[in-house]
């Protein structure tokens, strides 16, 4: 079965430092994703990228966020000076190009970042 | 703004008997809906959906319905299984397409005891 994969599993960073949270989606995949989710609330979107750029970001992906498919392979969303309220768990998601209906999104584990 | 609201933080149900599940959504242009089952340290797994055109999609012990008019669908898991024990999100989209933000709700822990 295909994976999403990410890592790190967890971040613990000080607050105004720069983090990189890193994602292998599906090898045939096109659609990338960035959703997040601070610890007893519901999971929000981020930001989805599609040929290289970004096709729709939320209110959240401020200029602080950046998203980047360096080589191909990765896709590595980019927080530049942290804040507490980033503290979240954040996952990517990819999705072959087509339709929801049978498949929805594939999602990774998830990244779990701390701000301390 | 909540646009999908999951009223109950948390559900528990006999192994056997049926859990039912609830999601209400306020933003008329959804078009198509999710379910995606959760498990502590894992990512979100898509579960079922249902297109704005069909009221009842079924696969296996899932089922979800759709009622347009309330805005409103359920997940039915008949018979419930321990391994069913989950957070459980609904999600919905404006367009069934691949490359759609999704809005989720908050969840609902269902708990199915043995």
């Known amino acids: 079965e295909p994976e999403v994969t990410q890592t790190p599993s967890h971040q613990v960073t000080q607050m105004g430092q720069e983090v990189i949270l890193r994602c292998v989606p599906i090898s045939n995949h096109l659609y990338f994703y960035w959703y997040r989710q601070i610890l007893g609330q519901k999971v929000e979107f981020l930001v989805s990228f599609y040929n290289n750029e970004i096709s729709e970001k939320s209110e959240i992906f401020d200029d602080q966020f950046s998203v980047e498919r360096p080589d191909g392979s990765n896709f590595t969303l980019k927080i530049r000076s942290t804040k507490l309220e980033d503290s979240a768990m954040y996952f990517c998601?990819?999705?072959?190009?087509?339709?929801?209906?049978?498949?929805?999104?594939?999602f990774g584990s998830g990244t779990r970042l701390t701000v301390v | 703004d909540q646009q999908v609201k999951q009223n109950s933080p948390s559900l528990s149900v006999q192994e056997g008997r049926i859990s039912i599940l609830n999601c209400d959504y306020t933003n008329s242009m959804f078009d198509y809906f999710l379910w995606y089952k959760k498990y502590p340290a894992e990512g979100p797994t898509f579960l079922i959906s249902i297109s704005s055109i069909k009221d009842k999609n079924e696969d296996g012990r899932f089922t979800v319905f759709l009622n347009k008019s309330a805005k409103h669908l359920s997940l039915h898991i008949v018979p419930s299984q321990p391994g069913d024990s989950a957070v459980y999100f609904c999600a919905a989209s404006p367009r069934n397409s691949g490359n759609t933000p999704l809005v989720f709700g908050k969840g609902t822990r269902l708990s199915v005891i043995a």
């Open positions: 998601a990819s999705s072959e190009l087509g339709t929801l209906r049978d498949y929805g999104y594939t």
